[in-house]
């Protein structure tokens, strides 16, 4: 296994120069990863979330990884969180806010440590759960592909089956803990794993090695696929990447909804959304917003407008400044319009800002914050995360509640009546002023 494993990791691409960071929660799989990683010394650092779900065994699992990392020399990273507080505060599974906790974790990680690639211990199992998953929610084929492994993503264990990883760890005599809650099907990817995937593989022997190519064809006709819609919506792709669609473009598109599925879906939207969207284009409606797990999608009279957030919530309502000129009435009062420099007076009065018109990016989004969310305040160098931002400012738990972000394409500009972020504040070359003004001004 290990000569196969250093095998795969060397077509990978990834250099002993480019730092690799390691997911490890003390279960087989990571485990033996990290044990094949070490060998093949393939890693720089080991990263570890205690999400204090399963009382003592939570620090247990830390306490084994954090050993193990000092015996070896390895950088160790680790977390404690409440997961439990998390997804109730979210209104979200457990499942979720876990995952959430986790990337969010790693991702800081990167952006500190410098490390470029994040390796996970998803094996061919995962891979068909994955597979079962989104067949069973509905998906097209970039869907089918299963869990897919990039360069900043890699999951180079995603070859071996779980029988493979735990006759290596008994051989290697690798120690590691056992998760009880993996055997639970109320969740759902335990119940295709026990309920699914096991009774299949008893009644067909070779159905694990028919799956492996089952999903090797459909990533390859996906790749295939790929690239006939690349040619087709190269100019839209584009646009996209800049936070919008031009709706005559998409129109003039030989299949739209298929088209439209393969630009926007990544982002979270699903079939029936796209249906609904492509039936608004066509009775010229406006003024409607979709939203997606991870992103919301404006209905414009010329545009689609997508705004891009990590962390968005499916039932979390945003509101939009569409124009210079603007009022929203709720859920909080606010007002804009657009000045010259000499019609604009600095006021101390953190309830009317001016940013710089020329460096925003209509439309603006108006949303709660969220965790995560984060901002260059203004006099300030670096990033800094509005949860701070609201400790140091002293807001109540029961008023961080009811605090609003105004952002433009992703990137926060306001701390609505808190605080102006300084990439888009007002310099000598500022011309074009945007007043903004809360209701309570």
């Known amino acids: 296994m290990l000569r196969e494993f250093k095998k795969e990791f060397n077509a990978s691409g990834i250099t002993?120069?480019?730092?690799?960071?390691?997911?490890?929660?003390?279960?087989?799989?990571?485990?033996?990863l990290w044990h094949l990683t070490h060998h093949a010394k393939k890693f720089h650092g080991v990263a570890h979330v205690n999400f204090s779900l399963r009382e003592g065994e939570s620090d247990l699992d830390q306490q084994m990884v954090r050993d193990q990392a000092a015996d070896w020399g390895v950088a160790f990273h680790t977390t404690k969180v409440d997961a439990a507080a998390y997804a109730n505060e979210r209104g979200i599974s457990i499942q979720m806010a876990a995952r959430e906790i986790r990337y969010d974790f790693f991702e800081e990680l990167k952006q500190k440590e410098g490390y470029e690639v994040l390796a996970t211990a998803h094996h061919l199992e995962d891979n068909i759960e994955t597979f079962l998953i989104n067949?069973?929610?509905?998906?097209?084929?970039?869907?089918?592909?299963?869990?897919?492994?990039?360069?900043?993503?890699?999951?180079?264990?995603?070859?071996?089956?779980?029988?493979?990883?735990?006759?290596?760890?008994?051989?290697?005599?690798?120690?590691?803990?056992?998760?009880?809650?993996?055997?639970?099907?109320?969740?759902?990817?335990?119940?295709?794993?026990?309920?699914?995937?096991?009774?299949?593989?008893d009644r067909n022997p070779g159905f694990l090695e028919k799956m492996k190519s089952n999903l090797t064809y459909l990533n390859e006709a996906n790749l295939l696929l790929d690239e006939i819609i690349k040619k087709e919506t190269k100019e839209l792709r584009k646009q996209l990447e800049k936070g919008y669609l031009d709706k005559e473009m998409v129109n003039q598109l030989s299949k739209p909804k298929l088209f439209l599925f393969y630009l926007l879906s990544p982002y979270g939207f699903n079939e029936s959304q796209l249906k609904d969207l492509l039936k608004c284009m066509k009775q010229n409606q406006a003024g409607k917003t979709f939203l997606s797990q991870t992103h919301a999608l404006l209905v414009d009279r010329t545009k689609l407008f997508l705004n891009l957030k990590e962390e968005a919530k499916t039932d979390e309502t945003a509101f939009w400044l569409v124009d210079e000129v603007c009022n929203i009435i709720e859920p909080i009062g606010l007002r804009s319009r657009r000045v010259e420099?000499?019609?604009?007076?600095?006021?101390?009065?953190?309830?009317?800002?001016?940013?710089?018109?020329?460096?925003?990016?209509?439309?603006?989004?108006?949303?709660?914050?969220?965790?995560?969310?984060?901002?260059?305040?203004?006099?300030?160098?670096?990033?800094?995360?509005?949860s701070d931002i609201l400790i140091d400012?002293?807001?109540?738990?029961?008023?961080?509640?009811?605090?609003?972000?105004?952002?433009?394409?992703?990137?926060?500009?306001?701390?609505?009546?808190?605080?102006?972020?300084?990439?888009?504040?007002?310099?000598?070359?500022?011309?074009?002023?945007?007043?903004?003004?809360?209701?309570?001004a």
């Open 341 to 386: 420099r000499f019609n604009f007076k600095f006021k101390k009065n953190r309830k009317v800002e001016g940013f710089d018109f020329e460096k925003l990016s209509f439309p603006l989004e108006l949303r709660k914050w969220k965790q995560g969310d984060r901002m260059k305040p203004l006099g300030m160098s670096g990033m800094k995360k509005v």
């Open 135 to 201: 067949l069973d929610r509905g998906t097209g084929l970039r869907g089918l592909r299963g869990i897919s492994s990039t360069f900043d993503r890699y999951r180079p264990l995603l070859q071996f089956t779980k029988d493979e990883i735990k006759a290596y760890a008994q051989k290697n005599k690798i120690i590691f803990r056992e998760d009880q809650s993996n055997l639970d099907i109320k969740y759902q990817r335990n119940w295709f794993r026990h309920m699914i995937i096991k009774p299949w593989k």
């Open 393 to 440: 400012e002293k807001v109540s738990l029961e008023d961080k509640k009811e605090v609003y972000v105004l952002s433009s394409k992703d990137e926060i500009v306001w701390l609505v009546g808190i605080k102006s972020d300084d990439r888009f504040k007002l310099t000598e070359g500022s011309h074009q002023i945007m007043e903004i003004t809360t209701k309570w």
């Open 16 to 32: 002993f120069n480019q730092k690799v960071l390691l997911a490890v929660s003390g279960g087989v799989d990571s485990m033996v």
